[in-house]
Structures are given as C-alpha cells and as structure tokens.
C-alpha cells in the first residue's frame, strides 16, 4: 500500500515537499515513480526513484527544481518541489513497478497511491 502526502495551497515560487510512505512492502525492491494529472489534462510521469540502484530520473520541465529522495528507515520516498510554478498545479500520484524500470509509462506500475493535490496560486 502506498499513502501519499504533503500537498497543499502554495503562492508561485514557493516549495512543497511530497511524501509517498509505502507499507507492506520494502521501497528496495521497487521503482517508485510520482505523477500528476492536471484539470483537463491526462496523468504524466514526473519522476522516478529507482529503490535498487538509488538513481533518480526527472521529467524535463522539473529538472533542476524537484528533487526525489528515499528516506530508508521511514520506507518513504518524497518529492521536494521547489520554484513551484502554475503549471506545477495538479494531483500527484505515487505508484510502485516491481520491474524498477522507472518507465513514464503508467501502465508499467503495479501499485498506486492516492493523488495528493498541489495547487499553486496567487
């Protein structure tokens, strides 16, 4: 099972710092991917940590502001999101792939969390 949290009401330029706790199962043996889905878009990849190798994959347009990190004894990845952006606006997902591809692909993930709303606003 995986419990997403952390998000909230944040002004542009502000930071938000995303927590996906995993229960029943140990991150090591998993890619844990975060996504999000905007009001009126489809659901995207954002970025990946892959719980075996420790590497870390970001989507373009959050390169450089979102830094995704595992806390071990916590079993929890989080997704540090800073410069936060309109854009940056959606729902957030966290999902587990057993494979620890860290595909983009949502349909290569085994497990979901609830999304987790970000909204950034003036």
């Known amino acids: 099972q995986l419990q997403a949290s952390g998000g909230g009401l944040v002004q542009p330029g502000g930071s938000l710092r995303l927590s996906c706790a995993a229960s029943?199962?140990?991150?090591?043996?998993?890619?844990i991917g975060w996504f999000r889905q905007a009001p009126g878009k489809e659901r995207e990849w954002v970025s990946c940590?892959?719980?075996?190798?420790?590497?870390?994959y970001y989507e373009d347009v959050v390169k450089g502001r979102f830094t995704i990190s595992r806390a071990n004894a916590k079993n929890t990845v989080y997704l540090q999101m800073n410069s936060l952006q309109f854009e940056d606006t959606a729902l957030y997902y966290c999902?587990?792939?057993?494979?620890?591809?860290?595909?983009?692909?949502?349909?290569?993930?085994?497990?979901w969390g609830q999304g987790t709303l970000v909204t950034v606003s003036s």
């Open positions: 999902a587990a792939d057993v494979s620890r591809l860290c595909s983009p692909y949502e349909n290569q993930y085994d497990y």
């Open positions: 029943g199962f140990t991150l090591d043996y998993y890619a």
């Open positions: 940590f892959n719980g075996r190798s420790g590497r870390t």
